[in-house]
């Protein structure tokens, strides 16, 4: 069972960066697909950006051109650098395991998540 636990959100401006970090406690972490979720009040949680094992990357059309998601598997950790912010990225951000590449479900127990408010 992997354990995930995510850091890395603030109160930033519009316009602003944030790097969001993502640390997987278990031995699935470096051969699966890891994506960021987020979930803003009142709406469904969304996949907004996933990443393969070998660095294969994808992302929501939100979110395309300007958040980028990588990861370090000597550390168990990814990471969702965002750039650009604007205030509908405010949520609260989680980490999980897809079920696959093209699956938004997520296979791991959520962590607390870590909030961006995104606000001038």
């Known amino acids: 069972q992997v354990q995930l636990v995510e850091s890395g959100g603030g109160l930033v401006q519009p316009g602003g960066s944030l790097r969001l970090s993502c640390v997987a406690v278990g031995s699935i972490f470096s051969v699966n697909t890891m994506g960021w979720y987020r979930q803003a009040p009142g709406n469904k949680r969304e996949l907004v950006a996933r990443i393969s094992s070998g660095g294969r990357t994808d992302y929501a059309d939100s979110v395309k051109g300007r958040f980028t998601i990588s990861r370090d598997n000597a550390k168990n950790t990814v990471y969702l650098q965002m750039n650009s912010l604007k205030p509908e990225d405010t949520a609260v951000y989680y980490c999980?395991?897809?079920?696959?590449?093209?699956?938004?479900?997520?296979?791991?127990?959520w962590g607390q998540g870590t909030q961006v408010t995104v606000s001038s």
């Open positions: 999980n395991v897809p079920a696959s590449w093209y699956s938004d479900y997520a296979l791991a127990s």
